[in-house]
């Protein structure tokens, strides 16, 4: 056997194989991730899934838990979209080691949340996305238990994504996809400053 045909032989098993994972996969809903974990990318992760939902024609909304005190390139970006088919809410009044305002986080996170909450409530929105929300529920800013149970409550086929290191056990249990975020070696480290276009 050539090595091309044993490629080939190998590559019609995982299609076999990957066909009938497809096959078995009947169920149609909406999904709740969680990306979490000390490593970059997570609200990238979730960025990206709005600019594929909104691709889709999907009704989206955002909440952005903490960040809010410097302008970043997907707000500038998804702000394009407001009014046809998005809703964006930078709720958060910065870091929280730069606010030092424990009151003051607190209200912005609660406030943050009622917006939140009514989006999950509101079977208009077929995604959305609730940027560092973990933070506020490490922080206890939020209550775990109200988050377990909107979501949980949520539209059938609402969309959610739910970002930020630190997500807490109970979260992840209930989510339907869970990605862990692991450094391996950030720039930051070497003393490069935050650049548009990958952090800001």
Known sequence: ?????????????????????????????????????????????????????????????????????????????????????????????????ETQDKARDVAAAQAAWQVAAAMLADERYDFVLLDELNIALVKQYVALEQVLEAVAARPPRQHVVITGRGAPDALVAVADTVTEMRVVKHAFEAGIKAQQGIEL
């Open 1 to 97: 056997m050539t090595p091309e045909e044993r490629h080939r032989e190998r590559m019609q098993r995982k299609k076999e194989l990957v066909d009938r994972k497809i096959a078995r996969a009947t169920i149609d809903r909406g999904v709740l991730v969680v990306n979490t974990g000390n490593g970059k990318g997570k609200s990238s992760s979730g960025f990206g899934m709005l600019a594929r939902s909104l691709g889709h024609g999907f009704r989206c909304g955002v909440v952005q838990f903490i960040k809010g005190s410097f302008s970043t390139g997907e707000e500038a970006f998804f702000r394009r979209f407001e009014g046809d088919g998005l809703d964006y809410h930078v709720m958060g009044e910065g870091f929280t080691w």
